[in-house]
Nanobody, 121 residues
Framework: QVRLVESGGGLVQPGGSLRLSCAAS????????MGWHRQAPGKQRELVAS???????HYADSVKGRFTISRDNAKNTVYLQMMSLKPEDTAVYYC???????????????WGQGTQVTVSS
C-alpha cells in the first residue's frame, strides 16, 4: 500500500558528498515524521537524522554539521545531503516514514529497501 524508494547512493571518496532521496508513494493520507537510518556491516541499525512534518530536525551526533535532512511535502519526498563523508559513514541507508493511509487509522512506520553508501579511496 505504501512504498518508499531511495536513490542516490554510491561510491564516493573521503571528503566527498552525496545526496540521497526517498519518495513515498501509494495510499497516503498524511505523513508525519520522515527520516534516515543506516546499518554498517556488523553493527546495529542507527538513526541518522529525522524531520517532522513541520520541518523540525534531529541528527545523530556523528553526523551533525555534515549531514542535512530536508523534505518536500508536496512530493512526499525526504532528502539527505551528506558532506565531508568519512569511511565510517559507509553503510546501507534506509528511508523511513510515519504514514497514515486514511483518516481512521493511526500512523504506521514504513521502511525503504535501502541504498548502499560506500566511502573509500
Amino acid at each position: 500500500q505504501v512504498r518508499l524508494v531511495e536513490s542516490g547512493g554510491g561510491l564516493v571518496q573521503p571528503g566527498g558528498s552525496l545526496r540521497l532521496s526517498c519518495a513515498a508513494s501509494g495510499s497516503i493520507f498524511s505523513i508525519n515524521a520522515m527520516g534516515w537510518h543506516r546499518q554498517a556491516p556488523g553493527k546495529q541499525r542507527e538513526l541518522v537524522a529525522s524531520i517532522s512534518n513541520s520541518s523540525g530536525t534531529h541528527y545523530a551526533d556523528s553526523v551533525k554539521g555534515r549531514f542535512t535532512i530536508s523534505r518536500d511535502n508536496a512530493k512526499n519526498t525526504v532528502y539527505l545531503q551528506m558532506m565531508s563523508l568519512k569511511p565510517e559513514d559507509t553503510a546501507v541507508y534506509y528511508c523511513t516514514a510515519q504514514v497514515r493511509i486514511n483518516i481512521r487509522t493511526p500512523h504506521d512506520y514504513y521502511w525503504g529497501q535501502g541504498t548502499q553508501v560506500t566511502v573509500s579511496s
